[in-house]
């Protein structure tokens, strides 16, 4: 690790220098003791040492017995709803391939990223949602949702899987024959597995519509209230149990410290009109004492802004930054003066 110019261990001890044919790679917390994950925490809280993406505070996947009884596909991130276009531009990112679908007679392959160091490809199958033209699709009509499926391993070189555009299954797309035999997941490096686990934890997390605080009618003719319902306040992934454990580092730092407490999946932040249940995977907010809805719909890199005072120990996580934001507004709620949130919480004017 840099620091000041100098290259230090964890425990802040100067490292010799080091040979020009030196191999140098990046740390990955998968497998390593507790301890040492734990250790790397506190030396970047220490320093103050912002990482640009999540390396100690990374996420790790491990094989679920429900994976392990599948044998070759994880059933994991199925019957989500995801924004078609914000997970085709997510995925590009993260070097996987996705073909935008199209309300039409068509077939297509699923969404997928090559890994020749392993010799293998990975697969996310999704689907379009909806039949509504203009509903369920664009003026060019592009499917604005998509519902997703399972995530499969292959061979690099295996048969590419196709789809009709609607669903019905995926098959061989050079024989009509059914999917080309997958790679058990218990052979996949798991390393690989709990890469291509987070890519698609992050595309769901990112591009669900459970995200949405304007969904709480459940979006076209409330067809999926009760998938909003439950992910908007359900069970936490594994992208939101790490923001969990770095919230409980975090939260005692806060000026509003006094007001906060963490639960298994909220941020419960006591206002002086209301106390207010903050989701840790969705950010959206419950108020009790009947848990009724708040909407309130952060502006764009306001989260950024308002927790911006507060040291963060790695960049990308914005869903962390509207956390905090919301729950230092609310601590203070005798102070909002938009009404579209005063309104909501009874405060008269």
């Known amino acids: 690790m840099w620091l000041e110019g100098r290259l230090v261990d964890e425990q802040?001890?100067?490292?010799?220098?080091?040979?020009?044919?030196?191999?140098?790679?990046?740390?990955?917390?998968?497998?390593?003791?507790?301890?040492?994950?734990?250790?790397?925490?506190?030396?970047?809280?220490?320093?103050?040492?912002?990482?640009?993406?999540?390396?100690?505070?990374?996420?790790?996947?491990?094989?679920?017995?429900?994976?392990?009884?599948?044998?070759?596909?994880?059933?994991?991130?199925?019957?989500?709803?995801?924004?078609?276009?914000?997970?085709?531009?997510?995925?590009a990112l993260r070097g996987w391939r996705h073909k935008l679908r199209l309300m039409v007679d068509d077939e297509y392959p699923p969404a997928s990223r090559e890994l020749p160091a392993f010799n293998l490809r990975a697969e996310f199958w999704v689907e379009g949602a909806g039949d509504g033209f203009g509903i369920d699709a664009n003026e060019t009509g592009t499917y604005l949702r998509l519902a997703t499926d399972q995530v499969r391993f292959y061979p690099l070189h295996a048969p590419e899987n196709r789809a009709h555009a609607g669903g019905g299954g995926y098959y061989r797309h050079t024989t009509g024959l059914g999917p080309a035999d997958p790679v058990p997941l218990d052979q996949v490096p798991p390393l690989v597995f709990s890469e291509i686990m987070r890519d698609v934890d992050l595309f769901v997390g990112v591009a669900s519509v459970g995200n949405d605080p304007t969904w709480q009618d459940g979006g076209p003719e409330g067809r999926y209230r009760d998938y909003w319902a439950h992910y908007a306040f359900g069970d936490l992934s594994e992208t939101a149990r790490t923001r969990h454990q770095v919230l409980e580092r975090l939260v005692p730092r806060l000026k509003i410290a006094d007001r906060c407490t963490l639960g298994d999946r909220f941020l419960i932040v006591r206002g002086d009109l209301r106390t207010y249940k903050i989701h840790l995977g969705s950010g959206n907010i419950l108020m009790e004492p009947n848990d009724e809805y708040l909407c309130i719909v952060p502006a764009r890199g306001g989260g950024a802004r308002v927790a911006g005072g507060l040291f963060l120990p790695f960049e990308g996580d914005a869903t962390l930054s509207v956390i905090l934001s919301k729950a230092i507004l609310l601590a203070e709620d005798k102070k909002i003066t938009d009404p579209t949130i005063t309104r909501q919480i009874g405060k008269a004017r």
């Open 12 to 91: 802040d001890r100067p490292l010799p220098d080091l040979p020009g044919d030196t191999r140098v790679r990046l740390w990955h917390p998968i497998g390593r003791p507790v301890e040492q994950v734990l250790a790397w925490w506190d030396w970047f809280e220490r320093h103050q040492v912002r990482q640009p993406f999540k390396q100690a505070h990374r996420e790790v996947y491990l094989l679920t017995d429900a994976e392990r009884n599948t044998h070759t596909y994880s059933n994991r991130f199925a019957a989500h709803i995801i924004r078609q276009h914000q997970f085709n531009a997510l995925a």
